[in-house]
């Protein structure tokens, strides 16, 4: 056990740890690849991965500032990795959908993060992180 995460609680300790691992795949992926794409970027990305949802949409489903969450998609748009364009339906909306590099780039970091769960396999055995994503996924009546 890591001696620095020993008096944390449950709350503590899943937030140190997903730090942790975000970070460790931010850093895979930078050493891989000469676009550099935050964690908020990867995280706005999954959101529109092999769907066309509105500005409006991404901004309730992810907890970040709606001037920031802006930010980011013009970021990932200039990058080549995200396309805006009008919904049909509505002119003062706009949708998003990833580009075909945008796509690749979400394809080859779910690789990045496969081979961490993984290495974390290999560390812990199958039956734990088997157990540890059941657990994870069970409701907790929150």
Request: some cysteine.
């Amino acid at each position: 056990m890591y001696l620095e995460f020993e008096e944390l609680n449950l709350i503590d300790l899943l937030s140190e740890r997903h730090v942790q691992l975000r970070s460790i795949c931010e850093q895979l992926w930078n050493e891989r690849h000469v676009i550099y794409i935050s964690n908020s970027e990867w995280f706005i990305m999954a959101r529109i991965y092999k769907r066309t949802p509105t500005i409006s949409q991404v901004t309730r489903q992810v907890d970040i500032s709606r001037q920031a969450t802006h930010k980011f998609i013009k970021s990932l748009e200039s990058k080549g990795l995200v396309e805006i364009t009008k919904a049909q339906n509505n002119n003062k909306e706009k949708c998003l959908r990833l580009t075909p590099l945008g796509e690749s780039s979400y394809e080859k970091n779910t690789l990045i993060k496969a081979s961490l769960e993984q290495r974390i396999s290999d560390a812990l055995g199958a039956e734990q992180v088997a157990l540890l994503k059941k657990l994870l996924q069970a409701d907790w009546e929150l």
